[in-house]
């Protein structure tokens, strides 16, 4: 009896195209997976979710194994997404965090002033507070039978911080920012217990399972480049060293993605920050990514998700482009953010289609 439920005996995998790809080395094809592929787009993924709290769902293990596979079932993604959510980790911490339809996630007591730092757990046992994840990793890890690796992922602290500061989703984060500018001390000491966390969080992903690990600072966007360099970029080199640095010592060794949306202006410092790929979102050139960031790194995005509206001859040109922009080589196709709930799955089809046969072709001129 294969036991599903222990972090060892995987299936061999079969696919390792994603994982060469973040090194940089050679590819049959350029691999392409896509930030919500377990989403609700698919109208399986709608009917899994019907009626479900949403957290609930991040707390079963067979429901984000099941919802992380649906996608591969349908398209021939190159790698997978472990269903879960970043807001776990402020759960965690005791904050209170509820999906809200037509709303989104929703703070009903978010921190308004320095003291209230003193009601959040500072030391999180990752172990007991978020084995729910490990545990989806191992079964998914298992259940995957080998096909593709699997990704784990956590947000990134400032992202985290201006969730738990704003209570919800923001356009200007204004709230959250006030704090840089007003309590910076504060600041940095909720950013830096949030690192603590994520490090270990990671940690018990790559030991429950998981072969590649993103960090998203979907927040990246609202800051300049001296806050970035302040309050964002520190904490994202902390963790993929702190990372990398355990990992080591066990002889082992998982790529890591940084995808900082709308953090151009920090381009060439993403590229330097012990991460292996820097994920783009579709404001940025490829052309001009590539000679930014100097080949240190490979590169993940960037198609604008709208896209995918267009008809599928129009989307094989804007692939067609976008392959001849990045190269086939370091290069991880991607969206340059998650798929829209409203989005047609026929033409993710076309897209991961176009991403495979355009590759293939370019690598067969070579």
């Known amino acids: 009896v294969v036991q ?3 972090p060892k005996d995987f299936p061999k995998l079969k696919n390792d195209a994603f994982l060469l790809a973040c090194r940089g080395q050679e590819t049959p094809h350029v691999p392409v997976w896509c930030m ?5 787009y698919l109208p399986e993924f709608r009917e899994s979710r019907a009626g479900k709290d949403f957290f609930a769902t991040c707390r079963s293990p067979a429901a984000c194994c099941e919802l992380t596979l649906q996608p591969l079932r349908r398209f021939p993604f190159d790698a997978a997404i472990i269903f879960s959510d970043i807001l776990v980790i402020p759960q965690a911490m005791g904050m209170d965090v509820q999906m809200v339809a037509g709303k989104g996630p929703t703070f009903p007591e978010p921190l308004k002033e320095p003291e209230d730092l003193l009601l959040l757990q500072s030391k999180v046992d990752v ?8 545990k989806a990793i191992t079964l998914t890890r298992h259940k995957l039978e080998g096909k593709v690796p699997l990704i784990g ?8 911080m201006a969730y738990m500061i704003e209570g919800g989703g923001s356009t200007t984060q204004s709230k959250a920012k006030r704090w840089l500018y007003r309590h910076p001390e504060a600041s940095h000491q909720l950013l830096k217990m949030l690192t603590d966390i994520i490090v270990e969080y990671l940690l018990g992903q790559v030991a429950a399972g998981a072969q590649a690990l993103q960090v998203f600072e979907s927040h990246a966007g609202c800051l300049g ?7 964002s970029l520190p904490y994202l080199r902390d963790i993929a060293r702190k990372v990398k640095d ?19 202006y920090g381009l060439e410092d993403l590229s330097q920050s012990h991460y292996e790929v820097v994920g783009l979102d579709w404001t940025i050139d490829p052309r001009s990514a590539r000679e930014r960031t100097g080949g ?10 709208c896209a995918l509206y267009a008809p599928k001859e129009r989307i094989y040109e804007i692939v067609k482009k976008m392959l001849e922009g990045f190269g086939t080589r370091g290069y991880i196709a991607n969206l340059g953010h998650g798929l829209y709930p409203d989005m047609d799955p026929e ?3 076309a897209f991961v289609e176009a991403v495979h046969a355009h590759s293939r072709h370019l690598l067969n001129l070579k």
Not at 36 to 40: D, H, L, S, T
Not at 127 to 134: A, M, S, T
């Open 4 to 6: 599903n439920n222990l």
């Open 36 to 40: 919500r592929q377990a989403g609700r």
């Open 127 to 134: 172990n007991k507070e978020l084995d729910y994840v490990f």
């Open 153 to 160: 992922f956590t947000g990134a602290p400032w992202t985290l």
């Open 225 to 231: 480049p001296a806050e970035f360099q302040e309050f």
């Open 246 to 264: 355990q990992l080591k010592e066990s002889g082992q060794d998982v790529p890591m993605i940084v995808f900082a949306k709308d953090g151009h």
């Open 296 to 305: 240190k790194v490979s590169l993940q995005g960037n198609m604008d998700p």
């Open 347 to 349: 033409n993710v089809g």
